[in-house]
């Protein structure tokens, strides 16, 4: 069993950063795939990126591609996703999740989900 929380959301004008956090509690931390994915009300949850295991792998979707960067400290047991250059579009609930295998492209292939945290960004 794993448990996922995120923190780190609130409001931002456009142009500015905000960087979120996910703390994982439970099985080994270092085992899975971890995840970030949008979603706003009337749309699709969307994918933001992942990282791998060992950091060496690392994917963004093409709308957030240049601007966020994720992270990971297994030591810590926390996934990072620095947000820059922020748009009013990217406002959205933003959702932290593990995978132990599958096309990590797809909300449907994790596992674990976090509660999510809300991002405004304000123009």
């Known amino acids: 069993q794993v448990q996922l929380v995120e923190s780190g959301g609130g409001s931002v004008q456009a142009g500015g950063s905000l960087r979120l956090s996910c703390a994982v509690s439970?099985?080994?931390?270092?085992?899975?795939?971890m995840g970030w994915f949008r979603q706003t009300p009337g749309k699709d949850r969307e994918f933001v990126g992942y990282?791998?295991?060992?950091?060496?792998?690392?994917y963004y979707g093409d709308s957030v591609k240049g601007r966020f960067t994720i992270s990971r400290d297994n030591a810590k047991n926390t996934m990072y996703l620095q947000m820059n250059s922020l748009k009013p579009e990217d406002t959205a609930v933003y959702y932290c999740?593990?995978?132990?295998?599958?096309?990590?492209?797809?909300?449907?292939?994790?596992?674990?989900w976090g509660q999510g945290t809300q991002v405004t960004v304000s123009s």
């Open positions: 999740a593990a995978s132990s295998g599958g096309n990590y492209f797809r909300s449907s292939n994790y596992e674990y």
């Open positions: 439970g099985r080994t931390f270092s085992m899975y795939i």
């Open positions: 990282i791998s295991w060992g950091g060496g792998r690392i």
